[in-house]
């Protein structure tokens, strides 16, 4: 290794750099509704299935988080995330009993996406 390489490796940042809880949360939710919508394309059920599970445990962990009295955001707007959050709840229940579509879940986590999306950035 040349002495380049190694003043460069030496002054290299040894952290990530500092995200916005809400730059978390859209990397989180667009992550999750990836994974949903590969597997309704795909069409098979188990890989639907454990999408399904790992949105309804986001949407869980996004209820209590509203429903907390620490939470800042306004109360309108926590009610109306909760609403959502038990909609994902029951509407998943019928997808995974074949009653339903997928689709409204996907079209609810791109609406927040869409509300979540940082100023400026095209993704």
Do not use: C
């Not at 290299?12 to 978390?24: D, E």
């Not at 990836?34 to 209820?63: M, T």
């Not at 009993?97 to 996406?113: C, F």
């Amino acid at each position: 290794m040349n002495a380049s390489l190694k003043a460069r490796h030496a002054y290299a940042p040894t952290s990530a750099p500092i995200r916005s809880n809400r730059g978390i949360e859209y990397d989180v939710i667009a992550r999750i509704t990836f994974r949903l919508k590969k597997a309704v394309e795909q069409g098979e059920f188990g890989p639907l299935v454990e999408a399904l599970h790992e949105n309804r445990n986001l949407w869980r962990v996004l209820a209590i988080d509203v429903a907390s009295p620490e939470n800042q955001l306004p109360k309108d707007l926590r009610a109306r995330l909760f609403y959502l959050a038990e909609f994902t709840d029951h509407h998943t229940s019928k997808v995974i009993s074949r009653k339903d579509s997928a689709i409204p879940l996907l079209e609810v986590n791109t609406a927040v996406l869409r509300g979540l999306k940082p100023q400026g950035l095209d993704r």
